[in-house]
């Protein structure tokens, strides 16, 4: 697939990964990859090496705050609220799209509309590769985990229910 076949959101994706110089490629699937069991069946790999991304809005600055999971956790929304010096919400679809620019289920990790405040779960690091979004709920690429922390400005950090 080139990046002329990729869909606009992907393309976006492809752009900003070509721009930090990585070479990581994004591909589109017919099957969904919007939640991580569906990412990682699509894939063929383990849940655990799929990058949840979740994005949640600050109460009191209204800014969105951005985690990047792995798929099997559970964020801890108070150790998540620790972090960021306030009290969080689970944003919303409308907010989420505003916030990054794209869909939820494809969020990606970067290209996003604007700067976000980024946690990075360190259990990701575990893993010589990960899975993220790459813009739309079938599109998806394969990174170094370890890139995460270049490509967001992100903070690791212990966020697991």
């Known amino acids: 697939m080139t990046e002329s076949d990729l869909s606009s959101s992907a393309r976006t ?5 070509d721009a930090l110089g990585l070479p990581c490629q994004v591909v589109e699937l017919s ?9 990682a069946s699509a894939i063929g790999t383990t849940v655990a090496q799929i990058v949840k991304t979740l994005v949640f809005k600050g109460r009191q600055s209204g800014q969105a705050v951005l985690v990047l ?3 099997v956790n559970r964020v801890s929304e ?3 609220m620790a972090l960021t010096g306030e009290l969080i ?12 620019g794209f869909v939820i289920g494809g969020v990606p990790p970067l290209g996003h509309s604007q700067p976000l405040r980024t946690w ?7 893993f010589n590769e990960v899975w993220a979004a790459a813009g739309t709920p079938h599109a998806v690429f394969c990174l170094d985990p370890h890139d995460l922390i270049r490509m967001t400005g992100g903070q690791i950090a212990a966020i697991k229910a």
């Open 13 to 17: 994706v492809q752009a900003a990964l």
């Open 31 to 39: 099957k969904s990859t919007r939640t991580s069991q569906e990412a």
């Open 69 to 71: 999971a792995s798929g």
């Open 78 to 80: 108070e150790r998540l």
């Open 89 to 100: 919400d689970k944003a919303n679809a409308d907010f989420v799209r505003e916030a990054t």
């Open 120 to 126: 990075i779960d360190e259990d990701l690091l575990q």
